[in-house]
């Protein structure tokens, strides 16, 4: 029982030698701006899009300066208008329903499953009352729904999706990549996530129109034929006049540090994914824990784990939280009754107006989370997964 655990679950992997070495030529050349090119100079971040572009099968990337950013301007690009009502996951992040608020637009939140996904059949429901015409899907800790259902739906209701892959960069569903589903892919390359240059973001589309918008919001000024993954110039015509400058690039030296690690992206996944399985395995069959189904068709990112205490009382929750901190295993509480650090679920959003969501408190009223940082090994995942057992079942 005095089993302790010692390693930090906020400390991710330091950046790549080769990261580093791109970005010190960077600094030492000093063009950061992304327009700023030497003549037959690509640049860091038209070839980061490019690689994005072409590690997930999309025609068009653009790099910009973070997630949050990234799905802003994916629905301005859509065309969103103030007051207009936007589906989103009821469990995600603060910055998914802020992207919303930031047009003026409204967040509709829909139900989330026990299985952490998003409710198709509330969905539908929340489409036909609502009227609303736009989804901001949130892959919230990397947990994919049924994505040829929910496709369905919303095609049929012509709702177009716009992916928040923040959590799935890497990921697939029946092999498709996660943020090819839809209209639009959003991503953040924001230290917690899959690629870390501190702050950034990425989108990919297939559309040309929509590409051509958002890149013209990111602030192209008329610089936008020096990008690589966009579409041809004639997507552009017509468009100058009309899209406003929402200043926002990525700058060469993020793009810098993500190209290397994108192209580490495939085999950080598989060490996420050992470090998840050696979690799930310590917890399989604990009394009182209820472990998150994962699909056969859900190619996920194991970056983080999730489980649920269904049957425990808030005080018993805070009781084993406290219990597993006093032995090094940092725990987040989706039911804790105040935000605490990142976590926060959407009842606490008043500024967005929430209506109450039964199904969705009674699963983040016993919903636990932590964070599987690279840096830990398989045996430390055992051991945290032996403490939490421990003291889950001792409580
Ligand atoms: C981090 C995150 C974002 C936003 O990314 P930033 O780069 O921090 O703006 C969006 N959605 C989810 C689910 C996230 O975790």
Known sequence: ???????SFTQQEPIPEDAIDAAVAVLRHGRLHRYNLAPGETGEVALLEQEFARFTGARYCLAVASGGYALATALRALGVVPGQPVLTNAF???PVPGAIASLGARPVFVE?????????????????E?????????????????????????????VTV?????HTMGAAWNGTPSGRHGAMGCYSTQTYKHLNSGEGGLILSDDPTLMARAILLSGSYMMYDRHRAAPPPEA?????????NVSGRMDA?????????LARLPDRVARWNRLYRAVEAGLAGAPGIALIDRPEAEGFVGSSFQFRLPDFRPDRIADFIRRCAARGVDLKWFGAPAPA????????????APEPLPQTDQVLAGLIDLRLPLTFTPDDCARIARIIREEATAG
């Open 236 to 244: 552009f015509e017509g468009l100058v006049a009309e899209v406003p």
């Open 112 to 128: 989330t499953t026990a299985d952490l996904v998003i409710d198709l059949g509330h969905l539908a429901r929340r489409i036909a």
């Open 1 to 7: 029982m005095s089993d302790r655990f010692t390693g």
């Open 130 to 158: 609502t009227g609303a015409r736009v989804l901001t899907l949130s892959h919230m800790r990397g947990h994919i729904c049924d994505m040829a259902a929910l496709m369905a739906i919303c095609d049929a209701a012509g």
């Open 162 to 166: 716009i992916e928040d892959c923040a």
């Open 253 to 261: 030296l993020r793009a810098a540090i993500l190209r290397p690690q």
């Open 92 to 94: 995600t992040l603060a």
């Open 341 to 352: 650090g990142f976590t926060s679920r959407y009842a606490h959003w008043a500024w967005a």
